[in-house]
Antibody, heavy 117, light 107 residues
């Protein structure tokens, strides 16, 4: 079964850091580009970051550029999001999603990040 | 960044109704558009890709059309399980962007 499972969310103070992980299974992870997408409480979906299959191409939303770092480890079938200098507006459910043809065809169930003092 | 504007933001409809949601891009994106269904507490689900191609396993009552800047998602006969929020997303360039969502509620 094709599956993505996020972990690493939690409560963190403003200015703090958190590292999210996404474990992939059921498909050849190294063949696929990957993304992080988030949804703040009561808000819509917001694309956060993209990483190509070989890690050669990386893109970020303006809202996280310079604070978040996406990476992957194909040996561990895992995707990561290092989040630094966290702000209240980063509070959201974070989803990892597989990129297929540009659309996102497989999603994890999400991990919740709360930034609050 | 390309902006996607969905309309309406919400709608009320009955089971069996035909429902149409539109998504307008601030600049041309060819057919690089996807549609997703989002239910509370669940992960988004891909419905359509390349504007008009139905994702495998998605019921045929869903259809999509459009290219360039104007796109539509149509549900031909609304079913109880279709009450959800729908989002369009462009993948023509970065940053990827989503529309603000259209909430489909029970009338």
């Amino acid at each position: 079964e094709v599956q993505l499972v996020e972990s690493g969310g939690g409560l963190v103070k403003p200015g703090g850091s958190l590292r999210l992980s996404c474990a992939a299974s059921g498909f050849t992870f190294s063949n696929y580009d990957m993304n992080w997408v988030r949804q703040a409480p009561g808000k819509g979906l917001e694309w956060v970051s993209f990483i190509s299959s070989s890690s050669s191409y990386i893109y970020y939303a303006d809202s996280v550029q310079g604070r978040f770092t996406i990476s992957r480890d194909s040996a561990k079938n895992s995707l990561y999001l290092q989040m630094n200098s966290l702000r209240a507006e980063d509070t959201a459910v974070y989803y990892c999603a597989r990129d297929w043809r540009g659309d996102l065809d497989v999603w994890g169930k999400g991990t919740t990040v709360t930034v609050s003092s | 960044a390309i902006q996607l504007t969905q309309s309406p933001s919400s709608l009320s409809a009955s089971v069996g109704d035909r429902v149409t949601i539109t998504c307008r891009a601030s600049q041309g994106i060819s057919s690089a558009l996807a549609w997703y269904q989002k239910k509370t507490g669940k992960a988004p689900k891909l419905l359509m890709y390349d504007a008009s191609r139905l994702e495998s396993g998605v019921p045929s009552r869903f259809s999509g059309s459009g290219s360039g800047t104007d796109f539509t998602l149509t549900i031909s006969s609304l079913q109880p399980e279709d009450f959800a929020t729908y989002y369009c997303q462009q993948f023509n360039n970065y940053p990827r962007t989503f529309g603000q969502g259209t909430k489909v509620e029970i009338k």
